[in-house]
């Protein structure tokens, strides 16, 4: 269980934090964020009477445009804990390939239905379903303590060891103190900023502009992509509506916005020529979620009491949609690496080292992968007002799969062992 110290209660005198603290809250283990890797890792820590905290600064889960892409490996970890079927209940769609659509051709950029799994597709599930789906499963576990609305400002050390964090919310500031701290919390992590991490990037060549439009009778189902001259749509099938990306060059969003709303709309009809009527319902930039497209990775995961996972860790392109794929991966690797060390109560450096040795290299994998397919399909389309001519090795026989497994299952497989 939890266990809650009053704020008057002894401390280690060498700690005088410059806040009136309202409790002192003590756990095995602290995690920061609560998207999928949070909810995930808490829910396979709780599952072993672990006791964990889970702080997430919103006091809600609902956010617009977060991905909603569940892939067949995190199915697959779903299954592991017996929570698919359960999973597949809530409303969703399926994605079974991956296509790209010019004016004159199409070309399918990933395939899962050939993939040896009983779910051969993407599952599209809004991500604030999957996230209540997981915490309210994890409540079940008296070990497991959810906090909403705890925004994390600092984070304890003492002796050169993180030993927990500070947190405002409930009236006031509270301590968390943990034998060990997760930073979950996502592409603009906050303990990744305060534990001061140093960050190899990338420079994508392309931004996001997110916005809906509704589905009608007759529509394709399922993901495809729409290349037009200098234009890039995607569009991933929501049900009742299209989730659409436009992709635009880096650093072009000012431009658009200056262009205005209406050039804007001109352009995307000029790409999906079937949103001529419904284009009608965008009628303000507030509809539109603006995505600057980042790709970097930590150098070192972790400091002493101290481990980053998810795009904590590394951000992610959108290319696949792989982003919380991996984040669940990396929740599932340290649940496995940490659990007994967690039990212990001692969680040394090289226990956490472990985590970043098995998640360093896929993550590298995929990146490459992303970089590959920015460079190589979108840059010259974004760059160019030719029409775009999918590249020769998009047909090649050989590499029908390859796209399609490293999307959809990962580099390597990963397995609940705990």
Partial sequence: ????????????????????????????CCIVGGGPAG??????????????????????????????????SVMEIMEELGLSDRLLELPHTKIRRLSIQT???????????????????????PQVKFLEFITQEAKKYPSFHLV???????????????????????????????????GADGRHSRLRN??????????????????RLPRQPGDPEGGMGRFGQGHIIAMLDRGDEWQVAYVIPKGGYQKLRVA???????SIVEVVPEFQQRIA?????????????????????????????????????PVGGVGINYAIQDAVVAANVL???????????????????????????????????????FAPVLTSNRTFVPPAFLRLPVLRDLPGRLIGLGVFPVHVKT
């Fill in 1 to 28: 269980m939890t266990t809650h110290i009053p704020a008057n209660s002894s401390q280690d005198p060498n700690v005088n934090p410059a806040h009136d603290i309202v409790d002192v809250q003590t756990t095995d």
């Fill in 39 to 72: 909810a995930v890792l808490a829910l396979l820590l709780a599952r072993q009477g672990i006791s964990v905290m889970l702080l997430e600064t919103h006091k809600d889960f609902d956010r617009d445009f977060r991905g909603d892409t569940i892939h067949p």
């Fill in 103 to 125: 004016p004159e051709d199409s070309v399918t950029l990933a395939d899962f239905s050939h993939l040896k799994t009983r779910y051969p597709y993407i599952t599209m599930l």
């Fill in 148 to 182: 909403m609305g705890a925004n994390v400002q600092e984070l304890i050390t003492e002796n050169a060891v993180i030993q927990g964090v500070r947190y405002r919310g409930g009236g006031g500031w509270h301590e968390v103190r943990a034998i060990l701290t997760v």
């Fill in 194 to 211: 305060l534990g001061e991490f140093e960050s190899i990037e990338t420079s994508p060549p392309m931004d996001v502009l997110w916005f």
């Fill in 260 to 266: 205005g709303l209406e050039e804007l709309k001109k």
């Fill in 281 to 317: 319902n965008l009628h303000d930039w507030s509809q539109v979620a603006f995505l600057s497209v980042e790709s970097s990775r930590v150098k070192r995961w972790y400091h002493p009491g101290l481990l980053l996972i998810g795009d904590a860790a590394h951000v992610m392109s």
């Fill in 339 to 377: 659990s007994k060390p967690l039990k212990n109560r001692q969680v040394q450096l090289n226990d956490l080292a472990k985590v970043q040795g098995q998640r360093e290299l896929p993550t590298r994998i995929i990146q490459a992968f992303q970089t590959f397919v920015q460079k190589r399909v």
